[in-house]
């Protein structure tokens, strides 16, 4: 399944937030957002979802999603929203128990996410004994468990420490590797983004529109910290990025 | 010169310090940090109630203090276990509690159902919440001559008393409680595709639980307080008119062993409300 944004206009109330922007996902690939805070790349990812109506434009999704998907368009959230009353086990487990699985089904596709996300021992843990990363490998389980068509990611590693950030990264890698999937991953650390994305998408400060997008060949299970080409890369982003950032530091905030 | 340099410089500078050579004071840092973070002390509390028991004791017995003014506590455990032998006190407190339990529950039901429907929904909010705003600084005792008209003298208007005391203080916590549930929570259940009825019944009231059960705390006190409201509408039995009996006799023994069970029966439910938050609660961190 592709998404495509087409001719996306945005306000909120008489700010502009984004303007006139198309962009198509394609499947298979991890596409990263980048821009300058406030440019509403969080924002387009609402809209990706069905979270949120742009003012106007469309968002439309391309062919049917797989047909054993639960939730075709699955979001990974930057604070992990995890139940904290339920445990590792019963917050995966939250988002199978309306499509009517039976017991034993719901158990299996637990045990099998934990394991691909290296969970299963915390199977009985509350949120409150996990540390951070741990939270994040718990709302990816816990997305993959729905066997999502794209995978929105909003900021997933932000909320984490730059240690915690690299083995995560180092997950998501070997996750994809292992079954590729589409995704749309919103940051604003260019690192994450040549890291992780088979395409940068560079939006402009407010209102959002596409800058650039600059494509990466490397294969993801390749791409290692301190790689020259990436960081010629992540420099190149940089300076695409540079100036914009710094005008969107000095706007004043509206919204 | 290096950075590194200018740093060695200035170590052995400060290690000349350390030995006095520069003759400067050599103190501690002063510590400013403490305070502001109470702790449980246990006992403390037990040692207060029974230093002021004490007082009490010795004052009525020396005459510091005239009988007229404070009964000898000891006197008043003896009326509580005279109250106790002879059946008096159940006599008394299984009325008192049932008013409480029907009364209580029912006040307490509205008032979570409704709280939980004005946090959901907004006609509900916008037609509800003025009324409650209206409702919530009557004293409930000023309305006791019109409950008798309405519900009669019997049980009936005794518990709606209560119930109509624990509903509005019940409904501003519930609401509130609906209201402060993260929304990124909510948020999250909407993404994976739950039901309304889901992310409700999973989601919201789960995550409004801690301050409901906190507004009860509340609610329940006030209850026990409109107990002996509602039990001067012409009550044969119950703590309450066992208190207005005494008040009106000026046995101040009586008087004292009746609020004696009043904030016994407070303290149980502060302690069964504790257990199961930590029971239930036990997620925060």
């Given amino acids: ?255 | 010169m290096s950075d590194a340099g200018t740093l060695s410089t200035q170590s052995t500078i400060s290690n000349d310090r350390d030995t006095g050579q520069t003759g400067s004071v050599v103190q501690p840092v002063p510590f400013r940090g403490g305070g502001f973070a109470p702790k449980p002390v246990r006992g403390v509390a037990i040692a207060v109630f029974v230093a002021l028991l004490i007082f009490a004791e010795i004052g009525t017995r020396t005459g510091f203090i005239t009988n007229l003014t404070l009964p000898r506590p000891t006197a008043v455990f003896e009326t509580l276990v005279q109250l106790w032998q002879t059946g008096g006190l159940w006599k008394h407190l299984i009325p008192s509690l049932q008013r409480l339990l029907v009364g209580g529950a029912l006040g307490i039901s509205v008032g979570v159902a409704l709280g939980v429907m004005i946090g959901l929904f907004s006609y509900v909010r916008a037609g509800l919440v003025p009324l409650v705003a209206a409702l919530f600084p009557i004293p409930k005792i000023a309305l006791l001559p019109l409950f008798v008209i309405w519900f009669g003298i019997d049980e009936m208007s005794k518990y709606m008393l209560i119930a109509f005391g624990t509903f509005t203080p019940t409904v501003v916590a519930t609401f509130g409680a609906v209201d402060n549930v993260d929304r990124s929570l909510i948020r999250m259940g909407q993404s994976f595709g739950l039901s309304w009825w889901s992310i409700v019944r999973k989601i919201v009231l789960p995550g409004a639980f801690p301050a409901i059960l906190s507004g009860l705390r509340v609610s329940i006190s006030i209850a026990i307080i409109l107990l002996v409201a509602a039990e001067m509408l012409g009550a044969q039995y119950g703590i309450g008119s066992y208190i207005l009996e005494a008040g009106s006799l000026y046995d101040l023994e009586k008087l004292f062993a009746g609020v004696t069970i009043l904030s016994i029966m407070g303290l149980i439910v502060n302690f069964v409300i504790g257990r199961i938050e930590r029971r239930f609660l036990n997620w925060r961190e």
């Avoid at chain 1, 604003?188 to 494509?215: F, K, Q, T, Y």
Wanted: proline share 5%; with cysteine.
């Fill in chain 1, 1 to 255: 399944m592709d998404l495509k944004l087409k001719n996306i206009n945005h306000h909120y109330g008489s700010v502009e937030v984004i303007r006139d922007l198309s962009l198509d996902i394609p499947r298979g690939q991890i596409a990263c957002l980048i821009g300058p805070s406030g440019c509403g790349k969080s924002t387009l990812l609402r809209f990706l979802g069905g979270l949120e109506r742009p003012s106007s434009g469309e968002i439309l999704q391309i062919g049917q999603p797989p047909e054993d998907c639960l939730n075709p368009l699955t979001y990974v959230f930057q604070h992990f929203a995890l139940l904290p009353w339920r445990t590792v086990e019963g917050n995966i487990k939250l988002v199978l128990e309306d499509h009517g699985l039976s017991r034993r089904k719901m158990d299996d596709i637990v045990t099998n996410v934990l394991e691909r996300t290296r969970l299963s021992e915390f199977r009985e843990a509350l949120p409150k004994q996990l540390s951070g990363g741990m939270r994040q490998r718990v709302a990816i389980s816990r997305a993959l468990a729905v066997r999502p068509a794209v995978m929105l990611m909003d900021e997933p590693l932000s909320a984490l420490d730059s240690q915690t950030r690299e083995l995560l990264m180092d997950d998501l890698i070997a996750l994809w590797t292992r079954q590729p999937f589409t995704s749309v991953y919103v940051t604003h650390n260019l690192n994450e983004a040549v890291r992780l994305g088979h395409r940068v998408v560079v939006l402009s400060r407010r209102p959002g529109r596409i800058r650039e997008i600059v494509d990466i060949d490397i294969p993801l299970s390749e791409r290692h910290l301190g790689d020259p080409v990436l960081d010629e890369k992540q420099k190149q982003l940089w300076e695409l990025m540079r100036e914009e950032a710094a005008a969107a530091d000095k706007e004043l905030i509206n919204v």
